[in-house]
């Protein structure tokens, strides 16, 4: 019988049951298919590296953004300079 525990996303929030075999283990929710690491939700560790992960994440996809605002940007003035 395998013992499981849940855990909520969090990216999406969406509540998984996860085995306990996988404590400590990359996962991925089946929802959003985000990556993030098995814990005991009740760690106060895990809580505190679940949001530094986050804010990584955050981080990263507001650099994309950025990224693509600017290459569209440098797009249209070349489209306005010819």
Known sequence: MTHR????????GRKLEIGIELLGRA???QHCLAE???ADPTSTQS????DSA???RVDQ????????LTTNNN?????TAN
């Open 47 to 50: 809580i505190l590296d679940d």
């Open 27 to 29: 996962v991925a929710c």
């Open 5 to 12: 525990f849940v855990q909520p996303c969090p990216t999406c």
């Open 61 to 68: 996809a507001l650099q994309r953004a950025d990224n693509l």
């Open 75 to 79: 797009a249209d003035a070349n489209l």
């Open 36 to 38: 993030f690491t098995a």
């Open 54 to 56: 986050l804010l990584a």
